[in-house]
């Protein structure tokens, strides 16, 4: 890419940047309650969010109940209690959801759990084998982890280096991120990378995990909506429009698609 491309793509960047979230300090809870109203405010987020829960909380349901609990993890600005109460919110800042959890120690005891859920924080987990111990560790035989993450595709992986303020970096040979980075060294392939690229390195390392679903979703209407950090592009009028393009659209899913849904259940038997 030549300078002038270069610089017409991050004079564009910083134009996209959502005004309201200015001067706030990402990922905290003044950035958390902000972005909750944009996706109240904004119809195409409001609908992916609902249609991402309506998913993971599906996942859920496929679990054994019993006692176990449903966490989410990294809850942010996301509105789960409002679809199921019972849900434990979590977020590593304070007076963002119910409780201070880090991902790589669940403060649950053994099989408590009969699901964990996260939209956009996989990427964000300093250490996935410590997770995925924990994660082991908590949920109830039959338990599921149920996950919404960025997708890799020609398109996303343009889309999240460029536009993004994230890193994406599809060449890491780690499963961990480099914290003193900026933004904690989020790596928005991480997804890919674990469940995908090295699939059969996760399947030897975790045999008590089974990945059970990898999907596309729509992505039409997100990319034209704003998501929660960048101006939204399109009037409320023209909002059913766009829903009918989303539908029209995913034939295209494995070149476009921006997020993908993931559910790995833990093993009913343990393996010996």
């Known amino acids: 890419m030549n300078a002038a491309a270069g610089d017409g793509l991050n004079a564009l960047d910083r134009w996209l940047n959502e005004p309201q ?23 195409l987020v409001n609908g992916a969010y609902l249609g991402w829960y309506e998913k993971m909380l ?6 054994p109940s019993g006692n176990g609990k449903i966490l989410e993890l990294g809850s942010g600005a996301n ?32 099989e408590s759990l009969r699901a964990i859920l996260l939209t956009h924080v996989f990427h964000h987990i300093p250490d996935v084998e410590r997770f995925l111990n924990e994660a082991i560790r908590t949920l109830v035989p039959g338990g599921v982890i149920s996950m919404i993450d960025v997708a890799h595709t020609p398109f996303a992986k343009f889309f999240f280096t460029h536009f993004h303020p994230e890193g994406y970096d599809d060449s890491s040979a780690r499963w961990q991120l480099d914290e003193s980075a900026p933004l904690g060294g989020a790596n928005q392939a991480m997804t890919w990378i674990v469940f995908r690229r090295d699939v059969a390195d996760f399947s030897a390392r975790y045999p008590q995990l089974r990945i059970e679903v990898i ?18 592009l399109m009037p409320k009028g023209l909002v059913p429009l766009v829903r009918l393009l989303d539908v029209a659209s995913r034939p295209l899913d494995r070149v476009m698609a921006l997020h993908w849904h993931i559910r790995i259940r833990k093993n009913e038997l343990k393996v010996t």
């Open 215 to 232: 999907e596309y979703l729509p992505w039409f209407a997100y990319l034209f909506s704003g998501g929660l950090t960048r101006r939204s």
């Open 58 to 63: 599906g996942d859920a349901a496929s679990a």
């Open 21 to 43: 979230l200015s001067g706030l300090a990402v990922g905290s809870a003044e950035w958390f309650t902000t972005q909750r109203k944009l996706i109240a405010d904004r119809p």
């Open 79 to 110: 509105f789960v209690k409002g679809l199921d109460p019972n849900v434990i919110t979590s977020d590593v800042v304070r007076g963002a959801s119910d409780l201070v959890v880090d991902a790589r120690d669940l403060p649950f005891g053994d």
